[in-house]
């Protein structure tokens, strides 16, 4: 069984510009959520997705938006990066939604100066 | 939203110690799940329990949801054991993501 995996581990960004991040889900989930967390805090949930579909939602702005692909892999997409974008971005995948177990990728860590 | 609070935020304890963390939330809730994050950041499950207890290994956990709490326990600490420990719930709809607190930061000592 495979695992949620992520990528890239690392990025480094300037201030205005895009970035895309990527999450392959676990073997046979089909629910991608994702989550930013700020050094010395828990993370926080951004979006989910299930069957293609943004379906929930936390408090950022539209300028975060992402993907679902057909395969249940996922996309995070941060647009006009800001300082405080800087933070490590976990995704976590599940069969099903919100009240099923999360199981989580190893991370990004998006720097952004 | 559902509010969640996490005690002691540190603990600094010997090899060997028994410990016990707490979780409090402040609405019911159908998801709940305790976390250790290592170094690396990465997060590893160790219970999804919205209720009832659960053991595994040296680790065990309590959630008595009519009393909104949730409880880890680790018996005979070792070094390997130190990291950050989150709870985690999800309250309401399908669609909600997780509700973290801000974790118990846990140094066991040699």
């Known amino acids: 069984e495979t695992g949620v995996t992520q990528s890239p581990t690392h990025l480094i960004k300037t201030r205005g510009q895009q970035v895309t991040l990527r999450c392959s889900s676990q073997?046979?989930?089909?629910?991608v959520s994702w989550y930013q967390q700020a050094l010395g805090q828990g993370p926080q949930f951004i979006f989910q997705?299930?069957?293609?579909?943004?379906?929930g939602r936390g408090n950022f702005p539209p300028r975060f938006s992402g993907l679902q692909f057909p395969n249940y892999s996922s996309e995070l997409n941060v647009n006009a990066l800001e300082l405080d974008d800087s933070a490590l971005y976990l995704c976590?995948?599940?069969?099903?939604?919100?009240?099923?177990?999360?199981?989580f990728g190893p991370g990004t860590r998006l720097t952004v100066t | 939203g559902i509010q969640v609070e996490q005690s002691p935020p540190d603990l600094i304890l010997q090899e060997g110690a028994n410990s016990t963390l707490r979780c409090n939330f402040s609405d019911s809730v159908n998801n709940l799940q305790w976390f250790h994050q290592n170094p690396w950041g990465q997060l590893i499950n160790l219970f999804y329990i919205p209720s009832g207890t659960k053991q595994n290994g040296r680790l065990s956990a309590t959630t008595v949801a009519t009393e909104r709490y949730s409880l880890l326990y680790i018996s005979s600490s070792q070094t390997t054991d130190s990291g950050v420990y989150f709870c985690?719930?999800?309250?309401?709809?399908?669609?909600?993501?997780?509700?973290f607190g801000k974790g118990t930061h846990l140094i066991i000592q040699p």
């Open positions: 997705y299930y069957r293609e579909e943004e379906n």
């Open positions: 073997s046979g989930h089909n629910t």
């Open positions: 976590a995948s599940s069969l099903g939604q919100g009240e099923r177990e999360q199981y």
């Open positions: 985690a719930v999800v309250s309401g709809g399908g669609a909600d993501g997780l509700t």
